[in-house]
């Protein structure tokens, strides 16, 4: 209960203060760099197949439940981690995270064989499957709306960032010290990282609010990156959605988000099968065609440094057009880069440059829906939305490698093999063309959903985007 005539201090007025401050860019670079180490110890087995494979001396049909075990981790991570972030916060679930990915990574440097990796891979996979929700949500819920798009998606682009640095330290690192020099490297910097997170993170205010926590928590943790403002420690704090109950799976499809909620789940699932075909089979496939190691894993990284570039250009792309149309779009051109890479073998300048191109589209749309499944979903549920979001897509992330040595053992031609595998990028463009059609259906019934104020991409009843993201800005001049 508010105390009888006492001004409540509204935090998303706070937040949307158009002065950023060194402490919320502070907080969206220290997301961005959790999510360039996730993306890099999600990536990091790939460019160790193929020494593996010599070093084993197995196929890479014994190497695909391994990749594949890892990814049914991030899937687990994403669903359970996502979930409990909207119970324990934000802050909490990004530590916790890190701690499990640090150290899953560091124990795979003692593996003797691939029973024992695959166990390792996917206990790794779940701290790495929680750390990607929780960063969303928090960058969602502090930087203001006018810049919300292009920062969630910047902070998402850290995905391929870490294994496009990988990929350039990979070879050097192999060829010097062996496969386990890699895990190595992806356990200690996010282990010497966890100080400085739980000392510099804040937690969700928004979530700090709808728990019901003291105005002094509050007050502390909003200080904390507001310090040009003063609060008071008495201060009572209000936000549109107030006290909420906790959040719940099913909450993801109600009021009208069910069919949005299906469709992005879609969208995810198929460009993550395109991507990890790609990213779990391309070093391996490009040494078989006689290129030594470290040109594989350099070519291969092409995929990711055009996947960093394509994500922050995307990221002013979407605050200026329709995302939903762009994406689609997206989804179709990356269909044809990847049936490019399969005419391209012949020559290794070729080949990076049609993976390069590839990446552009290819992982930077996946950047694009990442964002889109933070921004999604009102406060309360964004965690939990954006972790099954994720978490549903992985399992098309984990589908892809074990499609990939289904395809390897019928020895198609390169050209087919690539056609084929170019399949589900048109596939994730068709769906998000659903979620347009949605949108646009319902706009025509005028059922707006405007739960959450300041909502970057607004959905409708109908579930969804509701259209550009200044909608949120005009949402709020209305009230």
Known sequence: ??????????????????????????????????????GFDAQVIGYAAPALIRSWHVGRDVLGPVISAGLFGLMLGALVLGTLG?????????????????????????????????????????????????????????????????????????FAIGPA??????????????????????SVLPLLLLPVLWRMLPESSRFLIARGDSPEKITRNLQRLFPEHRLSADEEYGQPEGRVPRASVREVFAEGRGLGTVLLWSA?????????????????????????????VTATAMLHVGGALGGLVLSRLLDRVDPLRAVAVIGMISG????????????????????????LFV???????????????????????????????????????????????????????????AVPF?????????????????????????????????????GGFAGRPDAGSAAEEQR
């Open 1 to 38: 209960m508010h105390t009888k005539n006492k001004k409540v201090l509204d935090v998303t007025k706070l937040i949307e203060d158009p002065r950023m401050g060194a402490r919320r860019w502070g907080l969206v670079v220290l997301c961005l760099i959790v999510v360039i180490f996730d």
């Open 86 to 158: 909207d119970r324990i916060g934000r802050k909490s679930i990004i530590l916790i995270s890190v701690t499990v990915f640090g150290i899953g990574s560091l124990l795979t440097v003692f593996a003797e064989n691939a029973q024992q990796m695959m166990i390792l891979r996917f206990l790794t996979g779940i701290g790495l499957g929680g750390a990607m929700p929780g960063a969303i949500a928090l960058v969602s819920e502090y930087v203001p709306t006018r810049l919300r798009v292009s920062l969630v998606t910047i902070t998402v682009c850290g």
């Open 165 to 186: 640095l990988g990929g350039f330290v990979a070879g050097p690192l192999i060829n010097l010290y062996g496969w386990p020099s890699l895990f190595v490297l992806g």
């Open 268 to 296: 995810i699932f198929f460009n993550l099968i395109g991507i990890n075909l790609q990213t779990s089979w391309l070093p391996t496939m490009i040494s078989e065609l006689g290129y030594p190691i470290e040109q594989a």
């Open 336 to 359: 044809l880069f990847v049936i490019l890479i399969g005419f391209s073998g012949g020559s290794l300048m070729m080949l990076r440059f049609s993976i390069f191109f590839a990446g």
């Open 363 to 421: 992982v930077g749309g996946q950047s694009a829906l990442n964002a889109m499944s933070g921004m999604f979903y009102p406060s309360h549920i964004r965690s939990t939305g954006a972790g099954w979001a994720l978490g549903i897509g992985r399992l098309g992330a984990a589908a892809g490698p074990i499609v990939g040595s289904a395809l390897a053992a019928l020895h198609m031609d390169i050209r087919m093999l690539y056609y084929v595998e």
């Open 426 to 462: 048109f596939l994730m463009g068709a769906a998000v063309f659903g979620i347009g059609l949605t949108r646009r259906r319902g706009l025509r019934s005028q059922a707006v959903d405007t739960e959450e104020v300041g909502s970057a991409l607004p959905m409708t009843a109908m």
